[in-house]
């Protein structure tokens, strides 16, 4: 299987609530990042956290890693429609590949 | 000038056809990349560059040829393919390997 697996696939909450996803990993890694895939288009780059950090925060988004579990989550707080779309975790190695989760597909519902 | 282009946008091609996927960005970008992505599913790192100079082949089939003619474009040569090489191709760049990546719209392709 793909080097990181997120869970849950699918995640359908009301506007206001906040989501959360989670990403698991296999290897060592140099850096995390997550992405944001609106209906199979290009990807755009949320955050990257690294190996040595523990959480970053960035607008309404904040990202944990703990890289003991080899896992890492993202929370959206006071979620948007305008949130919908498909999120994945990305790892990063320090030989520069990247590898991304399955991916988690959020449905944020007015 | 922060975007990643790519050319062209759809692509239908025959199994006995040659083309070339173009991917260009001025952002100084010193890594660009090729991903392929089935519906559905994410994207698999296909090609590196670093530099200029290949760094990383996830063991892509040579039907799929890429180069970097110069660090601000990235091509990526079709030939020969195979019906299940239909899928989004997706180029991005980040400023060096290991940071963020731009990507860009992607080229859907479709082998008949």
């Known amino acids: 299987s793909q080097q990181g697996e997120e869970d849950p696939q699918a995640l359908s909450i009301q506007e206001g609530e906040n989501a959360t996803m989670n990403c698991s990993y296999k290897?060592?890694?140099?850096?995390l990042q997550w992405y944001r895939q609106n209906s199979g288009r290009g990807l755009v780059h949320l955050i990257l956290i690294r190996s040595n950090e523990r959480e970053k925060h960035s607008g309404r988004l904040r990202v944990t890693l703990d890289t003991s579990k080899k896992s890492s989550s993202l929370l959206i707080t006071a979620s948007r429609a305008a949130d919908t779309a498909s999120y994945f975790c990305?790892?990063?190695?320090?030989?520069?590949?990247?590898?991304f989760g399955d991916g988690t597909t959020l449905t944020v519902k007015p | 000038d922060t975007e990643v282009t790519q050319t062209p946008k759809h692509l239908v091609m025959g199994m006995t056809n040659k083309k070339s996927l173009k991917c260009e960005q001025h952002m100084g970008h010193r890594a660009m990349y090729w991903y392929k992505q089935k519906a559905k599913k994410p994207p698999e790192l296909m090609f590196v560059?670093?530099?200029?100079?290949?760094?990383i082949n996830e063991s892509v089939p040579s039907r799929f040829s890429p180069e970097c003619p110069n660090s601000s474009l990235l091509n990526l040569h079709l030939h020969a393919l195979q019906p299940e090489d239909s899928a989004l191709y997706l180029c991005?760049?980040?400023?060096?390997?290991?940071?963020?990546?731009?990507f860009g719209p992607g080229t859907r392709l479709t082998v008949l």
């Open positions: 290897t060592s890694i140099n850096n």
């Open positions: 990305a790892t990063s190695t320090n030989a520069g590949k990247s590898t």
């Open positions: 991005a760049s980040s400023q060096f390997d290991r940071e963020k990546q731009f």
């Open positions: 560059y670093s530099y200029e100079k290949l760094s």
